[in-house]
């Protein structure tokens, strides 16, 4: 049985004009979605013109697609020790935050980055400075913090660390994003009730806004963010049936990011996870 309430999508493509990115969510079945506002791979973030960010807003609201996320590109490195980089990347979320005012984007959801041996404490810090910074230049959007996948030197790993950004920052506009295959790459094993409940406890389900719902290609504890679709990795479907079982995961907004090769595929993946979500 699939659940029809739930708020499942992915990352669909926005290429030849943001208002496209709507369609391709429909097409697939999605209900909300995520979206890149500037090539992931480039510092340079490209305007939105007031007709075409007026042009979204209205199909936005007629395609019934929401929340509407938007991913920070993958340059950045909000705990970067380097002077340069660090104020490149609090320029770039800064400029993302202000595109995604003009669409009236919910969430902007970010990486929180690597203190590059700099140590921990130094890169969370770093972190809760920039994102203080970029919701002052902007007006609505809420910043997600996303989990990460214990790669070397990584901020953000341990959920205790996202919580110390998230209190840090201190503000109503933040939030959590969850990323299975980053917590299960990290160690968490999501399949088990007991590590759902310490998860709870440590960052309060009810401040998770997003969950970025991806297999995993490694094991548990893998430290590598390698991303499987539904039910093809480690975590399984029955993995998954399981972590949906944990109650205080309802009502949270899906977004898968997996490696599909087709449109069929995707929407044949969103069918699935409303299936798992029961």
């Not at 510092?43 to 007026?54: E, F, M, N, P, T």
């Amino acid at each position: 049985m699939q659940n029809a309430q739930a708020r499942v999508g992915r990352h669909v493509s926005s290429a030849g004009g943001i208002c496209n990115s709507l369609s391709n969510a429909t097409e697939i079945g999605c209900n909300t979605m995520q979206i890149f506002l500037s090539s992931p791979q480039m510092w340079r973030v490209a305007g939105i013109s007031k007709d075409d960010a007026s042009a979204f807003k209205k199909e936005q609201k007629v395609s019934g697609v929401w929340p509407v996320f938007v991913h920070m590109p993958y340059l950045p490195n909000l705990a970067s020790p380097n002077a340069d980089i660090y104020k490149k990347s609090v320029d770039t979320l800064e400029s993302i935050s202000v595109l995604c005012d003009s669409i009236a984007a919910d969430y902007v959801i970010v990486h929180l980055g690597s203190h590059l041996g700099k140590g921990k404490e130094a890169g969370i810090h770093n972190v809760i400075t920039a994102i203080g910074t970029a919701l002052d230049a902007s007006d609505s959007v809420c910043v997600l913090l996303e989990d990460q996948a214990r790669q070397a030197n990584s901020v953000g790993a341990d959920i205790e660390d996202v919580k110390e950004i998230y209190d840090g920052i201190g503000s109503e506009r933040v939030g959590i994003c969850l990323d299975t295959c980053h917590l299960f790459a990290a160690g968490y094993d999501i399949r088990d009730r007991s590590t759902l409940e310490a998860i709870d406890r440590a960052i309060g389900f009810r401040n998770v806004k997003a969950l970025h719902l991806n297999d995993a290609q490694y094991g548990l504890g893998s430290g590598k963010d390698r991303h499987a679709q539904i039910g093809e990795g480690f975590i399984g479907t029955e993995g998954f049936s399981k972590f949906f079982s944990y109650k205080k995961t309802s009502g949270i907004p899906v977004i898968t990011e997996t490696p599909v090769s087709s449109d069929k595929e995707a929407a044949d993946e969103i069918m699935l996870v409303r299936r798992l979500m029961g």
